[in-house]
């Protein structure tokens, strides 16, 4: 089809004298929604607690309550509306012999906990008020740490989700941190015939896994919540880390995943600060593997990319299709120019001899390819990316096709004025297209559902079309059994996710539509 688009485009850029400069999408300034923090207990040595805001409809709906018939508990014992909860503490006798702590709402004279006594005996439990049962199991040598009535209280309190897990991070780190470390430390991911490529993936895998017991002691709760909502299930994730102070009252959001085509996973992010991500590649992951020049430089551009990532505003488009991971991105910089130049030079640097050896202790032979100004659309400059990487030992067939989808890659890249847009494995006809919708200010995709489900605000906005990502990891795994059996039909709502900040707390909310739930039962 005939468009015009192009020779308007041309026609500006000969009779302005300049090249077409987009203005920024409008951006809304967003307060960021108050983060719902569960109930804290007060007893500080307490690990954490289990609650439950019906046990019985939970149980009936898993079809658990004819598996508890058969042990001659009768669910319709526990008192509708009226929370039940599990408590741990750790008295120091090791991790198999933590004493539990559970208040269940039916009284001892009810069927059910008659039931319980029989099954565990009537010294574990005794009744307490409001007509709650309290079942304590404590091993031999373990005091009782808990105050029944704090208990009471805490389970009384009301709940944000059906199904609430909450657990004092730094209570269970400061019994079982060091443990952790010194484990990690003797783990053994490499043997003295370990070959040299077995031995980098080991300092790769255990540097990771430093980081995630360092990020691990750092917080200082964790929670997750389950709820049942009349079309989808939820899950919500909180963490509150120590030290992470997020300046997010007011955050400002613009609409740019209107220029993104529909792909299987569809992304929009404002305000991400990347920096601590950034940090665990280059000096958990691959900093260990550098040669100390190579990684001073590859810090110090990863850095200077990050600087102004809290400012940015960005979306993607991430598709398998054809049997390739493929990319659309545009990016919102404060200082795109700036972007672009750093960008490019880490570019430069993965074509350096010293990081060509990185890749060689991996068991990989890698070739790349950087071109700038390898064509021009619209006038603009488009730089070009080639990797290649090929295992320099022998892989099984499964292996053979994640190297065909992840192996090796093209990037072009173009500062489209204020934005950098990037497409992996595209066709240039896919940049084109996304650097005209920017420079005409004109966007035909859609809306994300999570963002108009979730509350605004949030940092991150995430919808899963599960019906295109499994036909496309169809064509990835063809002999796989699961994705040859696993048909979905149209029409299914994605699957939403959203990511929300606040001073030191982070939250993520998941919900998974029940027409995708149903097709797996």
């Known amino acids: 089809m005939f468009s015009a688009r192009p020779i308007a485009l041309a026609l500006t850029t000969i009779f302005c004298g300049c090249l077409p400069m987009p203005r920024p999408v409008p951006l809304t300034a967003v ?101 709650y049962s309290l079942l304590t199991l404590t091993p031999d040598g373990a005091q009782e740490a808990h105050d029944p009535q704090a208990l009471l209280s805490l389970t009384e309190r009301p709940m944000d989700a059906d199904v609430q897990m909450y657990i004092q991070m730094r209570a269970v780190m400061d019994r079982y941190g060091t443990m952790m470390e010194t484990m990690l430390a003797a783990m053994p991911l490499e043997g003295k015939s370990s070959t040299d490529s077995q031995k980098a993936m080991a300092t790769m895998v255990r540097g990771l896994m430093r980081s995630a017991v360092e990020w691990v002691k750092g917080l200082d709760l964790f929670s997750i919540g389950f709820s049942e909502l009349p079309t989808e299930k939820e899950m919500t994730f909180l963490t509150k880390e120590r030290g992470v102070q997020a300046s997010t009252a007011v955050r400002q959001t613009g609409n740019l995943i209107k220029f993104l085509p529909a792909a299987d996973i569809r992304v929009q992010t404002d305000n991400w600060n990347t920096s601590a991500l950034f940090n665990l590649m280059t000096q958990k992951i691959y900093g260990p593997l550098m040669p100390a020049p190579l990684f001073k430089r590859f810090d110090a551009l990863f850095g200077e990319f990050a600087k102004d990532s809290g400012a940015s505003h960005a979306a993607a488009s991430l598709s398998f299709t054809g049997g390739k991971f493929q990319m659309l991105n545009v990016t919102l910089w404060p200082n795109a120019a700036k972007q672009m130049e750093t960008t490019r030079q880490l570019n430069d640097l993965m074509s350096d001899p010293a990081f060509t050896e990185v890749f060689r202790q991996l068991g990989m032979a890698m070739t790349y390819k950087a071109q700038r100004n390898a064509r021009k659309h619209a006038g603009i400059s488009v730089d070009r990316y080639e990797f290649h990487s090929q295992p320099t030992n022998g892989t099984n067939a499964q292996q053979m096709e994640l190297e065909r989808t992840f192996g090796s890659y093209s990037v072009e890249l173009m500062r489209v004025g204020p934005y950098l847009v990037t497409a992996m494995n595209q066709t240039p006809t896919a940049l ?59 029409g299914i709502p994605p699957i939403t996710v959203s990511g929300y900040e606040s001073g030191d707390l982070h939250s993520y909310r998941l919900r998974v539509p029940h027409e995708l739930e149903n097709t797996f039962k």
């Open 432 to 490: 084109d297209a996304l650097a005209d919708a920017l420079i005409s200010g004109q966007g035909n995709g859609a809306s994300l559902k999570s963002s108009a489900s979730f509350p605004g605000g949030g940092f991150f906005y995430c919808d899963i079309d599960m019906k295109r990502l499994v036909d496309d990891l169809r064509s990835i795994f063809p002999n796989e059994l699961k994705f040859k059996q696993l048909t979905l039909p149209d």
């Open 31 to 131: 307060k960021s929604p108050q983060i719902a923090v569960p109930p804290a207990p007060a007893d500080g040595s307490m690990f954490g607690y289990l609650k439950f805001r019906d046990l019985s409809k939970l149980a009936t709906g898993l079809g658990a309550d004819k598996l508890a018939a058969v042990r001659g508990l009768k669910l319709d014992d526990l008192r509708l509306g009226q929370a039940t909860a599990a408590f741990l503490w750790d008295p120091g006798l090791g991790f198999q012999r933590i004493p539990l702590v559970a208040l269940i709402p039916a009284p001892l004279t009810s069927s059910l906990m008659s039931a319980v006594s029989a099954l565990i005996g009537k010294d574990h439990l005794k009744e307490i008020g409001s007509g």
